[in-house]
């Protein structure tokens, strides 16, 4: 959610009463959703094209364009072969009749293009709702924490932000143009992949590191979908000690990584929990090899989430 919501703690529902509820969850559901990225109309582009690109959030039926304001995105940039930035947030169009904005880069190699909001959007959940998605995301140690503390009843509210970054190819793709997309870039959240999904020769592997506030993180369930057909993530993996897993390299189609954490806030805070949202998006030509789900180690081992 892009907007505040308030959920009342405690309600007697009956009647009329109960569907305006219901009707009320849903929305938040919608506009809390926890899929959050960057989707240029094209992620192989030449150089200096004008690429429009709109900022999605969902999956399935529920997937649409975000409706963030401009105030809330502190920062929109790409960085470049060189490592140099580059600052887009001129070609930013938030809520445009087709697009959210243009991205243009200017020489070819692999760019990261890099949204990062502020933390001061909310969410308040009814306790059986909040249990849910910490069960969905595999937010284990804040599940842990309510139940040490005996509030697996009560309800929960959260501050949240949002890191989305997108690889972008400019030109033909090459070995010595892809080092930047494997570093991190500071983000409080960061999905930094260990081998570019572009480089060549192409590996059979991605392997992906997580960050969080500088560190490894251990424990994050991280997804990746196909955005063709977004109803389900296409693998799953829990990151191990050293904030590491590994996928099957896609080759086709458009894709998407993500991940959530969380963490409780003192007394003195606002709302109850800090979580971040944050995801990686890239896509290939039309022309390589697909990749079905048979090749997937998830569709030959037990997941488990």
Known sequence: MDVMNRTPRTIALTGTATVWVMLALCFTSLVHAHDFWIQPNAYWVQPQAVTPMTIQVGHGPARQRSPIPLR??????????????????????????????????????????VLQTDDLAQTHLPALRFNDYLKVEGLTPALEQRTRLNRMDADESESYSRCAKAILQVGTAGVDSQTQITRPLGLPLEIVPERSPYATPRSPTLPVHVIYQGHPLSGALVKLTRLESDANPFETHVTDVAGRTVFTMPTTGTWLLNVIWTRPQPPSAETDYETIFSSLSFGFPSTLTPLTHADSPAAKAPSPF
Do not use: E, M, S
Not at 75 to 86: L, Q, S
């Open 72 to 113: 809330r995105i502190v920062r929109f940039d790409a960085v470049g072969p060189n490592g140099a930035r580059i600052d887009l947030r001129g070609g930013l169009q938030l809520g445009g009749a087709q697009k959210d904005g243009d991205i243009v880069l200017p020489t070819a190699g692999a760019y990261l293009v």
